[in-house]
């Protein structure tokens, strides 16, 4: 995982023009997650928990929520499933944070408000890594069909 972020860090830094980074290139490089969760928690903010799921390890910051000036809040999928638009993780959980309220926080909360609001720290029944976005040309439609073939070739993040 380190050396993904590394990638993303490395392109991130070898697009920076004199205005502005472009995300496109880092944006790329990032894996496509899909998942399933045990309630309905789209609409809620996630954060990284350690191995043990005692201590928070990352966590965003409220501008973070936004990709392209949009709400990064999953993509419904095929069969309940959600596309990942923030960096889900296998030591994901979710706090009772809404996109909406933390997107107009004016610093992310202390991290112990993040873990008194978790709301589930053992949230998927499935987390699925897909590949890059690159190798996707229409990507809801490449999705759903990867659905209906049972994740022929994607990664089982639960095992």
Known sequence: MKQIALLILMAMLLSCNTSKISQEPALALAPVIIYKTKA????????TLNE???KVVSYPAPSDLYTSGILAIPV???KGY??????????????SYTYESYSQLESAPL???????IIDPNPFEELYDCGNRSQFKNMEKDLNKLIRNKFKGAKNLMK
């Open 82 to 95: 959600l596309l990942d638009m923030r960096g889900i993780h296998p030591n994901t959980a979710f706090t």
């Open 40 to 47: 309905d928690y789209t609409h809620l903010v996630p954060i």
């Open 52 to 54: 043990t799921g005692d």
């Open 76 to 78: 419904q999928l095929d």
């Open 111 to 117: 991290i112990q408000d993040l873990i008194n609001s």
